[in-house]
């Protein structure tokens, strides 16, 4: 039985500020109101569970094992100035017009398909109808909805880019929309109590 609940965060405009291609750590900035919203996550026992499409490893720009040092980076990052340790990164490296070939293919991970999420779901225990999915793009409230997640947008300025490849016609509505990540968090678990 799964009894783990999880917030699942999209990492670009989410927690890190979005600078299009993230390839290296020095490019790394922890958006406002991050930290204080790690602990809250925390606080109340849910896991903190990153789900990221990565298409810097699809266009060849850096492959998996770099990823994960920056990754690696991030965590320490957090953890120095007083979260807690995010629980998992998943990420998918796919886009169906890939530069590498190996990477150029039409999978279940790539949000808006829920792939990640039900990974993370099995690997974890995690009940995702107890769970909640927030990101800045409608590609993340469409993988959350078709994972059963509470869905949150983050109103960062990406969520009126074009839709990403995968995306259907009809946009997903979200079931709640938030300036940033601490105000999201603070007010769904406000709603949990």
């Known amino acids: 039985m ?3 609940r999880a917030f699942f965060l999209d990492r670009d405009g989410v927690l890190v500020e979005d600078v299009d291609l993230l390839t290296d750590a020095s490019q790394i900035r922890v958006l406002p109101g991050v930290v204080e919203a790690l602990q809250a996550i ?3 026992g849910y896991l903190s569970v990153v789900i990221t499409n990565q298409t810097v490893i699809a266009r060849g720009l850096i492959d998996e094992t770099e990823l994960g040092r920056l ?3 991030l965590r320490e990052q957090l953890v120095q100035s007083g979260a807690p340790h995010v629980s998992a990164f998943y990420v998918c490296p796919h886009h169906p017009h890939a530069d590498v070939a190996r990477y150029r293919v039409e999978c279940t991970c790539r949000k808006p398909s829920p792939g990640l999420l039900e990974r993370a779901s099995d690997e974890m225990g995690i009940d995702l109808a107890m ?3 927030i990101g800045d793009r409608l590609s993340d409230v469409a993988a959350g909805q078709r994972a059963g997640c509470t869905t949150a947008l983050i109103e960062s300025g990406a969520h009126r880019a074009p839709p990403i ?9 979200p079931d709640h929309r938030f300036a940033d990540l601490r105000e999201a968090v603070h007010t769904l678990l406000r709603g949990q109590r």
Request: charged share 25%; hydrophobic share 20%; net charge negative.
């Open 71 to 73: 990754h690696d980076h």
């Open 2 to 4: 799964k009894s783990e």
């Open 165 to 173: 490849v995968g995306m259907s016609s009809e946009p997903p509505t």
């Open 42 to 44: 925390h606080e109340h």
């Open 131 to 133: 769970s909640f999915m």
